[in-house]
């Protein structure tokens, strides 16, 4: 299996912007929680979750390639590892409609993606701009406000609940904790 330090150069070789890898770095850190919430290997589901937007930047104008890219660097470094893979592929079905999440791995990262970016946008709007001072309460406070990261689409976060069997209010505090933890990594 890929190691994280063999992820992270894979990442940075191709990715340059630093709020995308940031975001990466967000969603690896929400996984490795999730991976210990459900006793599974905390280091596969961080290697998934750094690597899950890897090739964005190479297939951000053919939505329909993204991950499919990444799948197949991987193949070229020599993983083996099919929940890997399929993992990462699963992460486009929400613009493909295919490769859909069939697992706790697969559902963790289509559930979480998108919950970063909201924790993030909560972040910028407070005064001081810092993770530590978000609580579980002002993120829960921005989420029925549509015009708020508008983009963020709230409906796939809240599978968290009939998907993984966690309710929203715990889902977002392991990503909020996890996040949190690395918020030096993340300049928040």
């Known amino acids: 299996m890929i190691t ?3 992820a992270l150069k894979l990442l940075h070789e191709n990715m ?3 709020n995308l890898r940031r975001h990466c770095y967000a969603v690896e850190a929400v996984m490795k929680a999730l991976a210990k919430h459900f006793r599974e290997d905390e ?3 961080r290697v998934v979750g750094l690597l899950h937007d890897g090739d964005y930047e190479k297939t951000k104008e053919t939505s329909e390639k993204h991950t499919l890219l990444m799948a197949d660097w991987l193949k070229e470094i020599g993983e083996t590892d099919s929940e890997i893979l399929s993992a990462i592929l699963s992460h486009n079905y929400a613009h493909t409609g295919q490769n859909a999440p069939k697992n706790n791995l697969e559902w963790s990262l289509y ?6 970016g909201f924790i993030v946008a909560v972040t910028l709007v407070r005064p001081d701009k810092k993770l530590s001072s978000v609580t579980i309460e002002s993120i829960l406070k921005k989420w ?4 708020f990261a508008a983009g963020v689409k709230r409906e796939q976060i809240e599978e968290c609940e009939k998907r993984l069997k966690i309710p929203l209010d715990e889902f977002i505090q392991i990503a909020l904790t996890s996040m949190q933890s690395i918020a030096q990594e993340l300049g928040l």
């Open 16 to 18: 340059q912007s630093p």
């Open 144 to 147: 029925p406000q549509k015009s």
């Open 43 to 45: 280091e596969k589901w």
């Open 111 to 116: 559930c979480c993606d998108e919950l970063t």
């Open 4 to 6: 994280r330090e063999q």
